[in-house]
């Protein structure tokens, strides 16, 4: 974790650790190589250019949006491979998609489909412009009281069935997300991520003994799961060969950082992994201690224009004094209300926090705390090694 804030820059600042990054990084791939599976790691969480090639580099199948805008920047980063990780249906984005599979047959853009009107859509606009190849599409499979994604395995093989039927289109696989199943007990929650990773399971092999990917594409069957919770679940229920000839495919993106909330708790590679090569915490926000207005309460100098707030408070962690010392604060410092420019801390009244003091926080849930920052620098034993851009 970054033990000082970079010289030269003002505060309040957030900021990336070199080695948490790289570390995180051959972490995460050397996981999925270990377990058989591909890595499409979402890129909705940095928008950074920079960062998807780190991630490409080390050897990621491809990228993971939640938007062609994204995808945009994912391919303009150099990846090949483009999930589409939703439903598109505004004309120019479904054009995008299939100018960019005519131009190039080694570059696959991959959407989703969930009803008739979804393919219907993309069949129009692909006709429309005269498409060449076939756009690839993945069936989404949901649940009830969820996002998108057919209801029941029924309707995904009734929707695959049209996206196999048409010239215009190619049937590439199936996909679901379990990332926002959540219920009061972690055994209950387990216990329903399961069910649902099931259903996609179930979904997968309906349409393999119905006979309906028999032109899935070079890649192979593609059947798709995980975001940064649940990843070693998908693996359990899913394997790395869900049908025969398929291909499980990741799309966890908050592990480049990892958190000091959501995931240090839920990741398998941290609070629910027994291993000792954890993730490693690799985004922070220092500010400056601007106020000690009345025993047991102080302000600091950051709020949700710098931070997320989405899933939990940031989690105050290291204090640097005016002598350069530093001070580990977690659980003695605590931050109880985040406002637009400053953030309410909780604090022993005889605590030694002085006005001026530098305070480091981890962020909770890293996607949105990226799209507050355009650049973040990243640092190695308190020196600047990189400027990163996001282009959200």
Known sequence: ????????????????????????????????????????????????????????????????????????????????????????????????????????????????????????????????????????????????????????????????????????????????????????????????????????????????????????????????AGGSSWFDLVVDVLGAEPVPGARTVLRSGCSLTHDAGTYRRSSPLDGRGTGDDALRQALHVWAHVLSRPEPGLAVAGFGKRHTGTDRGLPVAQLVLDATGAARDVEGAVTVTAVHDQHAVLRVAPEDPLAVGDLLRVGVDHPCTTFDRWRRLPVVRQGRVVEVVETEF
Request: proline share 7%; charged share 20%.
């Open 1 to 224: 974790m970054t033990a000082a804030p970079p010289p030269g820059w003002p505060l309040p600042v957030a900021v990336l650790d070199a080695d948490a990054l790289e570390h995180n990084v051959e972490r995460m791939a050397r996981w999925c190589r270990d377990h058989g599976v591909l890595l499409a790691p979402h890129g909705k969480t940095t928008m950074a250019p920079a960062l998807f090639r780190r991630q490409l580099a080390a050897g990621a199948w491809g990228l993971t949006t939640a938007s062609v805008a994204q995808a945009r920047t994912a391919r303009a980063a150099g990846a090949r491979r483009v999930l589409v990780a939703n439903l598109v249906v505004d004309p120019g984005d479904i054009a995008w998609a299939g100018a960019q599979v005519d131009a190039d047959p080694e570059v696959v853009v991959l959407v989703y489909a969930d009803s008739t009107a979804a393919v219907r859509r993309l069949e129009e606009v692909l006709r429309a412009r005269g498409q060449q190849r076939p756009l690839p599409v993945l069936v989404e499979v949901g649940y009830t009281g969820g996002r998108t994604g057919c209801r029941d395995v029924a309707s995904a093989v009734a929707v695959a069935r049209l996206v196999r039927d048409s010239p215009l289109l190619r049937l590439a696989g199936v996909s679901g997300y379990e990332g926002l199943i959540a219920r009061p007990d972690p055994a209950a929650e387990e216990v329903a991520v399961r069910e649902f990773l099931g259903t996609v399971r179930q979904a997968a092999r309906a349409l393999h003994a119905a006979g309906l990917f028999e032109a899935a594409g070079p890649d192979g069957v593609l059947v798709s």
